[in-house]
């Protein structure tokens, strides 16, 4: 097994992934969908120009000379609601009643807000002067035709999705979701609803890795337990090679009962094993059956998860098609020492909080590979990295924030 870096590792397993097909979906269920297409807009938003405010559309030179105690009076000519255009042309002298989003009149290059002015007899008292193009929304303000208002490779976030049909789009394209297979190994794990029984633990990573799958923006497609013979550990993963992606947990260390590396050889070819020099989640397998990419990770919970987070969120990124599919980090000032061996790049567990203007972050006192409670309060993980044995308290470190 060689030894080989996390940036490293995540670069060989990235350029082995592809994006899957694209398909098209409604806006309504696009939400969170890695975006497939740039978005260009074959609508100009608004697409006349409009009042901003209820009031009244007029000539700014009518105007000019207006004050709470020299109000200007105006005729009132017509009143336009949002959705209805005037049929008429405002002269010097004039105004028009306007709602917000109607469109302006023709003739008329301002509006005044309802609250400067006073109506009476036909009237309109304008206590307040305004310049050419005051308080209206000019066309194309928002979008012009022709604009590419959502660029491709990105998760549709709730404004976007607005603005999908701010252009009238009432579908879109976005990546397909990656179907991935998760298999468990190990004799002693055990399904949920069976009775604690000896030495034996409940099938946490599965549910787990399902979960972190489905936050990634995969499909996941659970295989139950192979149990630490090869027959059955290559029987799950054959079944598993239907799926886009496969990642099983436990079994790739160097005890007598990890089995996946054998297994996979039997299987089939280019398969690597590395020990990353991370901490936790050492081992790793990964490779393609096919044209099936393979994760093999390690059984710690803890390892198991940040393994994931390394490796295969970044992958399942890249097959929905998102541009950057590399773990995003912040800066937070660290608020206690922290020490280490060198030779490896640890992920601390740890709370981070935005504190007077800045983040900061508190690693979780146990870091053990088997302790899931401390990534279970954590919503961050400090980037240790390999080279350091000390970060004093006060200074930055790199964060990962986890979703
Ligand atoms: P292994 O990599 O198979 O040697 O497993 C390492 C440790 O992780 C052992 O203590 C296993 O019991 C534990 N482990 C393996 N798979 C799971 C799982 N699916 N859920 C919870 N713990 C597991
Ligand atoms: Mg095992």
């Known amino acids: 097994m060689s030894l080989i870096e996390v940036d490293e590792a995540r670069n060989i397993i990235l350029a082995k992934i592809s994006p899957l097909g694209v398909e098209k979906v409604s806006i309504n269920e696009a939400l969170g969908r890695v975006l497939a297409e740039d978005v260009v807009s074959g609508v100009n938003n608004p697409p006349m120009d409009n009042s901003a405010m209820d009031g009244y559309a007029l000539i700014a030179a009518d105007i000019q000379t207006a004050t709470p105690e020299t109000p200007v009076a105006l005729d009132v000519v017509d009143e336009i609601a949002a959705g209805y255009q005037s049929a008429g042309t405002l002269s010097t002298g004039q105004a028009m009643r306007i709602m917000t989003g109607a469109p302006i009149p023709r003739g008329a290059d301002a509006?005044?807000?309802?609250?400067?002015?006073?109506?009476?007899?036909?009237?309109?008292?304008?206590?307040?002067?305004?310049?050419?193009?005051?308080?209206?929304?000019?066309?194309?303000?928002?979008?012009?035709?022709?604009?590419?208002?959502?660029?491709?490779?990105?998760?549709?976030?709730?404004?976007?999705?607005?603005?999908?049909?701010?252009?009238?789009?009432?579908?879109?394209?976005?990546?397909?979701?990656?179907?991935v297979a998760i298999i468990s190994t190990g004799d002693e794990i055990m399904e949920l609803d069976e009775r604690p029984e000896g030495p034996c633990i409940y099938n946490s990573n599965g549910y787990m890795l399902m979960a972190q799958?489905?936050?990634?923006?995969?499909?996941?497609?659970?295989?139950?337990?192979?149990?630490?013979?090869?027959?059955?550990?290559?029987?799950?993963?054959?079944?598993?090679?239907?799926?886009?992606?496969?990642?099983?947990?436990?079994?790739?260390?160097?005890?007598?009962?990890?089995?996946?590396?054998?297994?996979?050889?039997?299987?089939?070819?280019?398969?690597?094993?590395?020990?990353?020099?991370?901490?936790?989640?050492?081992?790793?397998?990964?490779?393609?059956?096919?044209?099936t990419p393979i994760f093999g990770l390690p059984g710690n919970p803890v390892s198991s998860f940040v393994s994931f987070e390394q490796f295969v969120r970044p992958a399942i990124k890249k097959c929905l098609g998102q541009k950057n599919p590399m773990p995003g980090t912040v800066n937070a000032r660290l608020t206690r020492n922290i020490r280490k061996k060198a030779g490896r790049l640890h992920f601390l567990s740890a709370v981070v909080s935005w504190d007077n203007g800045e983040y900061t972050v508190t690693p979780a006192q146990e870091q053990g590979s088997g302790v899931l409670k401390s990534t279970v309060n954590a919503n961050g993980l400090i980037v240790f990295p390999l080279p350091a044995t000390e970060i004093a308290a006060g200074e930055q470190v790199a964060v990962q924030l986890l979703t």
């Open 111 to 179: 509006v005044i807000m309802q609250e400067d002015t006073e109506k009476g007899g036909g009237r309109v008292f304008v206590k307040d002067r305004a310049d050419v193009g005051e308080n209206i929304r000019e066309a194309g303000e928002d979008v012009r035709i022709g604009e590419t208002v959502i660029p491709a490779g990105g998760p549709l976030t709730p404004a976007q999705i607005g603005m999908l049909a701010v252009v009238g789009r009432s579908t879109v394209y976005v990546g397909q979701r990656p179907r």
């Open 213 to 291: 799958i489905r936050s990634a923006g995969g499909i996941p497609c659970y295989l139950g337990i192979a149990r630490d013979n090869e027959q059955d550990v290559m029987d799950k993963f054959t079944t598993a090679l239907k799926c886009d992606l496969v990642v099983s947990s436990g079994g790739v260390s160097v005890g007598d009962y990890d089995l996946v590396k054998a297994s996979l050889d039997k299987l089939g070819n280019e398969m690597v094993f590395w020990k990353v020099a991370m901490k936790p989640g050492k081992p790793l397998a990964f490779g393609k059956i096919g044209d």
